[in-house]
Structures are given as structure tokens and as C-alpha cells.
């Protein structure tokens, strides 16, 4: 691993996480067995991340997705402030296209770089806890900075929130503090699913401080605010049908029963009908054909 570089010098410079092997395993990807496939994939991900964590910190960075389709790599980039990463006509986001492209090796056109903007950022973790650094490195107060974010996040209709800062936050002695709203699960298969975690690390003059977001998804049926998946401890107790009385029942039977009949009788007339025309004497002429 290599050192953080200083504030000053500019994040997009510096080869990050690893050596350029893992440009050669992106490069020779199709090639590859899966096990190293799933590998090259995490690490090509992992240093992604970490370079637009530095890079985009200022412009409310909230994650990124890697698709690879057979033609070419499309990385969206997740932000609060889209204008500033597209950049002045574009500018900043050809920068950083050619600043991967460089980085792993990609053919010319073979990755594209794009900007989606966070639709609600009060229920996204990452851009909490960079506004909750840029907040500290301000100068305010840790209790309110705090106080202020879990208040966003549950006005913004999350089930609940945590807010963990831990370091020298007064004084010489190190101690961590916890702040905390609404409803939250933390294991099993729903702390997996409705939880939202970011953790930062925020360098102060007396040292370095930790923060950790996490967010209570709500559940939302189409998937766009929260999982679709319901939780497994939530009861919904459905309206009972209105049963018909026992009078309208027993009219329908009679109903069904005198249509049957109906249709029984007329289906045996015209059966009689056709016999009779059937047992019907011919003339001679219709015989002969004339």
C-alpha cells in the first residue's frame, strides 16, 4: 500500500492501492479464469473508489458503479453536485476518463465515464458523512455537526440513524461518541439489505477522527428510496372478503338451475326438429336433381 499523498498535491496524480498488475488483469480479462476474474474486478473497483473518494470528496461523491458490457467499460459516478463533476463543459470528466483510461490500460473509447445525481441524499450514508467531515474541518462543533446530520436524515423519511465520531475530539484523551434516532437493524439478512454504512476519516490539527453513517433505509415498493423486499417481522393483516348471505346463494342455484333447464328443452327441440326433417318423404324431382 502506498502512503496518502499530502492535501496540496492533487489525488488524480497519484497511482493509488496497487502496482500495474492490476491494469494487466483488466487488460487480459477475457482471457482469465473466474476465480481471478472476480478478483481483478474487486481490486479494479476498490482503487476506483478510493481515487474519486479523494478527487470528488469536495462535490458530494456518494459511489460508483462499474457495468462492463462485451464493447466497453461504463463507470457512473454517484454525486450530489453533477455540475462540478462533469466539470466547465465537460472539462473534469474527461480528465478523469483519461486519467483510467491511463491507469488500467483501456483501449482508446473503451471506457466512459458518467455522472448521476443522488435523488435523495439525506437517505445516502456517503454523502452524509462528507458533509459531516467538511463540517468538522469547518470548525463546528462536534455534538451539533452531528446533531444536525441524524436530523436530516430522519426528516428525509429514513426508519432511523447513527452517527459513531471517534478520536481526540476534546481534549488530549481519545474517546468515541454516539448519536443516534429512530429504528435500527444491524444483523441478519435486513441489516444487510436496509442499511446504509459510510465510514470517513477526517484529519484534524490534533489528529485523526473517525466517522461512521449508518442509515435506516424505509421500505419502498418500487425499489427507488429504500429495498422492495419487506421485512421479515412486519405483519399486514388483510381486510376479510364479504361472504354473500345464504338467501342470495340459494337464489343463484335456482337461477343456474332454470338455465340449465332452459337450455336442456331447447336443446331437445331443435334435436327433434331435425329428426323430423331427417324422416321427411323426398319428391322425384329434388331426386333427379332439378
Avoid: W
Avoid at 497519484?14 to 472476480?38: E, G, I, W
Avoid at 469536495?58 to 462492463?68: I, K, N, Q, S
Avoid at 429514513?158 to 452517527?163: P, Q, R
Amino acid at each position: 500500500l502506498r502512503s496518502v499523498p499530502p492535501p496540496n498535491q492533487a489525488a488524480v496524480s497519484t497511482p493509488l492501492l496497487t502496482t500495474k498488475s492490476t491494469a494487466k488483469m483488466m487488460k487480459n480479462r477475457s482471457k482469465m479464469s473466474t476465480k481471478r476474474k472476480f478478483v481483478a474486478d474487486g481490486v479494479f473497483y476498490a482503487e476506483l473508489n478510493e481515487l474519486l473518494t479523494r478527487e470528488l470528496a469536495e462535490d458530494g461523491y456518494a459511489g460508483v458503479e462499474v457495468r462492463t458490457t462485451p464493447h466497453r467499460t461504463e463507470i457512473i459516478i454517484r454525486a450530489t453536485k453533477t455540475q462540478n463533476v462533469l466539470g466547465e463543459k465537460g472539462q473534469r470528466i474527461r480528465e478523469l476518463t483519461s486519467v483510467v483510461q491511463k491507469r488500467f490500460e483501456f483501449a482508446e473509447g473503451a471506457v466512459e465515464l458518467y455522472a448521476e445525481r443522488v435523488q435523495n441524499r439525506g437517505l445516502c450514508a456517503q454523502a452524509q458523512a462528507e458533509s459531516l467531515k467538511f463540517k468538522l474541518l469547518a470548525g463546528l462543533a462536534v455534538r451539533r455537526a452531528c446533531y444536525g446530520v441524524v436530523r436530516f436524515v430522519m426528516e428525509a423519511s429514513a426508519k432511523g440513524c447513527e452517527v459513531i465520531v471517534s478520536g481526540k475530539l476534546r481534549g488530549q484523551r481519545a474517546k468515541a461518541m454516539k448519536f443516534g434516532d429512530g429504528y435500527m437493524i444491524k444483523t441478519g439478512h435486513a441489516g444487510q439489505v436496509y442499511t446504509d454504512i459510510a465510514v470517513r476519516h477526517v484529519a484534524m490539527r490534533q489528529g485523526m477522527i473517525g466517522i461512521k453513517v449508518s442509515i435506516m433505509l424505509p421500505h419502498d415498493p418500487k425499489g427507488i428510496n429504500g429495498p422492495s423486499i419487506p421485512l421479515d417481522d412486519v405483519v399486514t393483516i388483510l381486510e376479510p372478503k364479504e361472504e354473500p348471505s345464504p338467501e342470495s346463494i340459494l337464489q343463484a342455484q335456482q337461477a343456474a338451475a332454470a338455465a340449465a333447464a332452459q337450455a336442456a328443452a331447447l336443446q331437445a327441440s331443435m334435436l327433434a326438429q331435425q329428426q323430423a326433417a331427417a324422416a321427411a318423404p323426398v319428391e322425384p324431382a329434388m331426386q333427379a336433381g332439378f
